[in-house]
């Protein structure tokens, strides 16, 4: 079965840059699957970050897009998230998935929470 | 963007009863190749979401059989037949025709 783990630091200053992995264990991520970041602040409900197709489009949450960037590294069959300039309204659970043909999440990470603070 | 609404926010239910869950969407959730992009997942105390169901009505891989979806357009509906201990959790709705969406989740509880 798929697995997935999320890692990065656990805290960022604000106005830096969140930066998070995901490793993609028991599955190639080239084939053929979308992968995708998602976040939850605490006690609250789910957000879509964005998803990023084997080929390396992208496409991102129109809130959150002129501020994050995924890619993919076949090489090493991870995935990555970046959002710059953040505040503390991004403070949250960072949830990374792998998304089905219906661009749905089916698997995901157990999820890493990301706080940002001065 | 296409809001999804669910209720009720909070349901408390007796373990071997049924339990029901509405979402609504604000526009028709059917695509153009016929099916309906419309999900289910069910996130457990401390725990990350898990998917119940796909394109309103069928099962993910492991899922019980006491889960069912249905629905059609814009009004859909997660059943419980019995409800059980290890139900408890909040339910959320997705949909993915125009990016992705979630409700805001029910709160399920016994």
């Known amino acids: ?118 | 963007d296409i809001v999804m609404t669910q209720s009720p926010l909070s349901l408390s239910v007796t373990p071997g009863q049924p339990a029901s869950i509405s979402c609504k969407s604000s526009q028709s959730l059917l695509q153009r190749d016929g099916k309906t992009a419309l999900y289910w997942y069910l996130q457990k105390p401390g725990q990350s979401p898990q998917l119940l169901m796909v394109e309103v009505s069928n099962r993910f891989s492991g899922v019980s059989d006491r889960f069912s979806g249905s629905g059609s357009g814009t009004d859909f509906t997660l059943q419980i037949s019995r409800v059980e201990a290890e139900d408890v959790g909040v339910y959320y709705c997705m949909q993915s025709k125009e990016l992705l969406t979630f409700g805001p989740g029910t709160k399920v509880e016994i």
Do not use: M
């Open chain 1, 1 to 118: 079965q798929v697995q997935l783990q999320e890692s990065g630091p656990g805290l960022v200053r604000p106005s830096g840059t969140l930066s998070l992995n995901c490793a993609v264990s028991n599955f190639s991520i080239s084939s053929g699957y979308f992968w995708g970041w998602l976040r939850q602040p605490p006690g609250k409900g789910l957000e879509w970050i964005g998803t990023i197709y084997p080929s390396g489009n992208t496409f991102y949450n129109p809130s959150l897009s002129s501020r994050v960037t995924i890619s993919l590294d076949t090489s090493t069959n991870h995935f990555s998230l970046r959002l710059t300039s953040v505040t503390a309204a991004d403070t949250a659970i960072y949830f990374c998935a792998r998304q089905g043909s219906g661009v749905h999440p089916d698997y995901w990470g157990h999820g890493t929470l990301v706080t940002v603070t001065s």
